[in-house]
């Protein structure tokens, strides 16, 4: 098992700011799809954003377009999502996925234990 370690969350007042972070010490995530999904009690997980590292192709959800940005880090093991004018509707646990494929078909992946945010005045 490949752990993933999340951290960054917090509570922040709304239209601040917050880095989450993912980093795996025995993993680089050249190969894979790295993903961010949120999840509040009593709901599903709701994709956030994803990162294709070698294409560094970034795709968004419409929720958080325009206000988060997905990076990975130059050590290749780290992936950053930078989330700008927090909103409250934006508070939950957010997950980092790493998911290796083959084609388009999922081999397996990785999930970290969740970092909390928390947007409020």
């Known amino acids: 098992e490949v752990p993933l370690v999340e951290s960054g969350g917090g509570l922040v007042q709304p239209g601040g700011d917050l880095r989450l972070s993912c980093a795996a010490s025995?993993?680089?995530?050249?190969?894979?799809?790295m993903t961010w999904v949120r999840q509040v009690p009593g709901k599903g997980l709701e994709w956030v954003s994803s990162?294709?590292?070698?294409?560094?192709?970034?795709y968004y959800a419409d929720s958080v377009k325009g206000r988060f940005f997905i990076s990975t880090g130059n050590d290749r093991n780290t992936v950053h999502l930078q989330m700008d004018f927090l909103k409250p509707e934006d508070s939950a646990t957010y997950y980092c996925?790493?998911?290796?494929?083959?084609?388009?078909?999922?081999?397996?992946?990785?999930w970290g234990q969740g970092t909390q945010v928390t947007v409020s005045s």
């Open positions: 025995a993993l680089t995530f050249d190969d894979y799809a």
């Open positions: 990162i294709y590292s070698l294409s560094e192709r970034t």
């Open positions: 996925q790493a998911a290796y494929y083959n084609g388009e078909s999922l081999q397996y992946d990785y």
